[in-house]
């Protein structure tokens, strides 16, 4: 299993490496399993990286992919506007479940975490009732010790 902290410093060393001093680059988050704690030994890093508008017009919908230290890193662009439409409505799980969990790894202008910040505190019973459910859809039981 890969250890969290390997793949974190990993991440943070890319990031510094590849997108510091991008002027159009507005940050980067770390996602997936490195960020929420459930690698294992397949894992990658997967980054956003929050960029202006301009740039992801020039780059369209082309993702990115390195493989960085043994590890294969890939990342999305969006906007910062992309990102707030993401988790305004609260309407889609997946993409709240990933954006709770997510790490800032950089942040030139602190939009990225002041956008993060009102989705950090998932409820817990939120959390308990998707982990049921999710659990459920995927097996068809009820896990034992849920209750």
């Known amino acids: 299993m890969i250890e969290i902290p ?3 410093r990993t991440a943070e060393e890319f990031v510094e490496q ?4 991008a002027n159009e680059v507005l940050g980067v988050l770390l996602t997936g399993s490195a960020a929420s704690s459930y690698p294992d030994a397949g894992s ?4 956003e990286v929050i960029a202006t508008e301009n740039q992801c ?9 390195e493989h960085y230290h043994d590890v294969d890193i890939s990342w999305e662009w969006v906007t910062l506007k992309e990102l707030e439409n993401e ?7 997946v993409d709240l479940w990933v954006y ?7 942040d030139t202008r602190r939009g990225v975490e002041a ?12 959390w308990r009732d998707k ?4 659990w459920f859809f995927a097996t068809g039981s009820v896990p034992l010790r849920f209750w």
């Open 6 to 8: 390997t793949l974190y």
């Open 18 to 21: 590849k997108f510091r001093g």
């Open 44 to 47: 990658d890093i997967d980054l």
């Open 57 to 65: 017009m020039q780059i369209g919908d082309t993702c990115g992919f």
């Open 87 to 93: 988790l305004k409505d609260w309407k889609d799980d």
């Open 100 to 106: 709770s969990r997510s790490k800032v790894l950089h």
């Open 115 to 126: 956008i993060l910040s009102e989705y950090k505190q998932y409820p817990t019973e939120v």
């Open 131 to 134: 982990l049921f459910l999710y």
